[in-house]
Each structure stands twice: as structure tokens, then as C-alpha cells.
């Protein structure tokens, strides 16, 4: 990339509608060739910005979706034991045992059986992966510490094998969405974007270009009834995946307006708690429509 105008162009063309910073933030990744680590809300977009990237440039992404108990095993690499065991039998049987070069042969790369991580660091068709480490807050601080030889030297250890390097340094993408902290050591090993809701401006342009089929009253109606939920105090406040799918509940169900009664049949689609459903159902949400109507 030779400039920031040019990232956003670039996830402009996979209808991602990014702000200057961001932009800016994944053109230093790309071109110090940096780790870059979003952090934000559920629903604002963080997973979708590694989608684009490695659809628009036309590399493989190679995603690790992480999760409580997450290990080496499942991000990094595993032996197939079953294949080990085959090929020590195969040389039981054939009378062929020196033990020290067996034990030597069953550790070879043919029974290596690549995860999410060492995949990223081998040799791909179009140039190096996009790799995408999902919902890191989801694990736990020990994998957050093996991560720290990859961001930093974009390698892995393997005891058995040594030291894998890679063959071109992927394109990372770290992703937050911060219900837990994570430690300053990886932090200072990746570039840091937070990506935070949407102005009404941008989020209009962003349903203009994900719901095409949505009229422009709908959408100013969309976004100006979720702006005003974000504004309220509630567990969790819609994000822009949210907005999108209300926008697309309300076309399927063949709706032009918000009335109030629209909104609390639907209201399930942009909030996701019963609790915060239970707090603007009826008067607060026939309220909001009301300032809504108002205003325009």
C-alpha cells in the first residue's frame, strides 16, 4: 500500500467504510510490518476489517477463533500419533529397529499436523496470509505469553524439530473486544487501534452500502433510533452488525417506517438482552421514534 487514502480505497472496494484512523492505523501495520491489534466492542467491525484485507488483496486468511482453555495443540501444531504409531510398528515388523533413529523418524515433519499458527508461517499461493486471532480476551494469560515469539519474530518453537520460521512475514490481525485486559508485553508487540461506534454519518454510509435495498428513510430512521440506544444505559448497546441485521429484518418484513409498534416486535434483532429490551419496549421506544420524528 503508498498511502493511508489508499488502505481506505482498499476497504472501501470490500465495502468496509473505514474512518482516517483506522486507515491509518492498517497502513503502518502493513508497511512496518506489525502485528495490529483492534480492540472495541462486540459488533463494530473489528473481525470483518481481516476479511476484507485478505479478500481485497487476494491472500489466504487463516483464522484462530479463541476461546476459554485454547492450547498449543489447537493453535499451533499437534503429532498424529496414530501415523507415529503405524510407522513403528511398520519397522517392529520388519526388523528394522535402531531405536535412537526411530525415535528420531517419528518426529519428522510428515506427522506434523499444522493449526491456525504454523499454517501462517508456511509458504502460501499469492503471498503471505492474512492471519486473524480472533477474540484474544477469551483465553488465558499462559497462551497470551507462547503468542509472544510469533508477534515478535514470526516464529514458533517445536522442541521436537527446532525453530520454524516464516517464509514471508504474514499480514496479523489481533482482535479484543476487551472483556478482560490483555498484557502489555504483547501490547508493545503490535500496532493498537480502538474502533469505537460509528458517527451517524459513517453509519449511514454503511448501511447505504451493506442494505442497498434499504430507502433513505429507513436508514436515517435506523441509525438515528440505534444512536439514540447507544446513548441510553443499557448492558450491551447495539453495534453495527446490529444495525445491519435490523435494517435487513425490517425490508424482509416489508416495513418502510419505525412505528412504535414495529420496534417492539422487532426489538429482539438490535438489542440482545432481555433486560435491556424490558428497559425501552413501550414507552421509552415510542419516545425515541417520537424525538425521531421530530427532528426530521
Known sequence: MKSVDAVAELLAGGSYIADRSLATALFLSLEL?????LEGDAGVGKTEVAKVLASQLGRRLIRLQCYEGLDVASAVYEWNYTEQMM?????????????EALAKDVYDERFLMERPLLAALRAQPGGAPVLLIDELDRTDEPFEAFLLELLSDFQVTIPEIGTVEAAARPIVILTSNRTREIHDALKRRCFYHWIGYPDAERERRIL???????????????????????????????GVAESLDWAQALIALNETVLSPATIDATLGVVLKYQDDIEKIRGDRAAAIASELDEAS
Open 33 to 37: 510490518e506489525r502485528p495490529l491489534f
Open 208 to 238: 447505504h452500502t451493506k442494505v442497498p435495498a434499504a430507502s433513505e428513510a429507513l436508514v436515517d430512521q435506523v441509525v438515528g433510533f440505534v444512536q439514540r440506544l447507544r446513548g441510553e444505559d443499557l448492558f450491551k448497546p447495539p
Open 87 to 99: 510407522a513403528i510398528r511398520l519397522a517392529e515388523a520388519t526388523g528394522s529397529v535402531d531405536r
